[in-house]
Nanobody, 123 residues
């Protein structure tokens, strides 16, 4: 079972980018799913998470109001992170993660990690 991220890349500051996370051989709809980010030499940072039911979303303070997390409406097996008004400080490797519930996800008690997708924001 793997979490597979896609959609990273290079974008100019102020622009938008969307990354996605899907699971191989498993459904994401039964897990809280979210995103963390980490740059070399920095601590891992919680970015955003969504509960199994989709009723609750949580965001890290540095991305509130700019990033939106949501599931694919049809399959609910893909989780998207839509990033608006990107800043140079958002440059990081973004990792998808799943956990039994959103409290564990935010607390970094993660069941499964993806390998990460690189997002680079040029100023």
């Amino acid at each position: 079972v793997q979490l597979v991220e896609s959609g990273g890349g290079l974008v100019q500051a102020g622009n938008s980018l969307r990354v996605s996370c899907a699971a191989s051989r498993r459904t994401l709809s039964t897990y809280a799913t979210g995103w963390f980010r980490q740059a070399p030499g920095k601590e891992r940072e919680f970015v955003a998470g969504v509960t199994r039911s989709d009723f609750v979303t949580r965001y890290g303070d540095s991305v509130k109001g700019r990033f939106t997390i949501y599931r694919d409406n049809t399959t609910r097996d893909t989780v998207w992170l839509h990033m608006n008004n990107l800043h140079a400080e958002d440059t990081d490797v973004y990792y998808c993660a799943s956990a039994m519930d959103i409290e564990r996800l935010i607390g970094d008690v993660v069941t499964l990690w993806g390998e990460g997708t690189k997002v680079t924001v040029s100023s």
